[in-house]
C-alpha cells in the first residue's frame, strides 16, 4: 500500500527545508524595507484578508498585474514570509500583489478559493492592464483553481488573464485526504470534487504552464503532469515543465530573478 504521507512530505526529502523558511522571511523583511509599496491591503473583513502591493520603479508605467500566491499546505505561512518572490517581476516592470489568507482548520480550502477570488477582484480593480497569476504548492492550486470556468470571476477581469503559471501546485486533492495532513484539511469527497481543477474546464482560451523541480517528489511531478494532461484537452494553451536540479523549495527561487526563464515564460506573452 502507498505510503501518501511519505508522498506528499516535502521537507523529508529537502534537508535544509528549515534554513531555506528562515531565508524566505528574512529576505522578504529586507524586500519590504527597500521595496516601493503598498502594505495590508484590506480585500475583505478578516484578519488575515489582506494582500500586499508591490510597485515597478515607474509605478504609472506598470505593464500589469502579477498575482502570486503563497504555499503551506493550505495550513502555514502568510505573505509575510514571500514578499521576496515579488522582486523579478517589479524589475520587469509590472505591478506584484501578494495575499495572505484565513488557514485550515479554522477555515476550508473552498473559503480559501473565495478568499482568493475576492483578492484578485480588489487588485484587478486598482493594477490596469493584462493580468498573470502564479502560486507555489497550495498556491499553485489556487491559482489553477482561479483559472476554472466555475470560479464565477467576472468576464472584466477573465478577459484579462493572460497567463497562469502553477509551481509546484497540487490540482488534484483526493490524494490529500489519505494524508495525515487531512485531520488539519478536513477535506471530504466533495470538497475534494468540487476543489481540484484538474477536474473541472478552464477558461476558453487560457494560457497555463504547470512548472515543477525535476528534484521533486514523484507525486508532484505526478500532478503537474496529469493536471497539463487533462486541461489540453481543452481549448488551452498548456505546457509542462520540469526545472532541472530544482526541488520543492528551491523551484520559487526564480520568481527573484529577472529575465530568469520562469519569469519571461510568464510574462512575456
Known sequence: MRDWDAAY?????VPN???LFDQWVERSKAFRETSNNQLDIAYGSG???KLDLFFPKAPEASKGLVMIVHGGYWKAFDKSAFSHLAKGATEMGYT???PSYDLCPDTKITNITKQMQRALEVTAEQVKGPIHLTGHSAGGHLVARLGCKNAMIPDSIT???KHILGISGVYDLRPIRRTAMNETLHI???EALTESPVLHEP???LRFTGWVGAEELAEFRRQNAAHCAMWGGFETQ???????GKNHFTVVEALEQADSLLLTTMLNT
Not at 512530505?9 to 526529502?13: E, Q, T
Open 203 to 205: 477558461l476558453d482560451n
Open 9 to 13: 512530505h516535502n521537507s523529508g526529502i
Open 47 to 49: 484578519e488575515r484578508e
Open 188 to 190: 471530504d469527497e466533495a
Open 159 to 161: 478577459g484579462r488573464i
Open 96 to 98: 506584484v500583489a501578494v
Open 238 to 244: 498548456v505546457t509542462a515543465y520540469e526545472d532541472p
Open 17 to 19: 527545508a528549515q534554513v
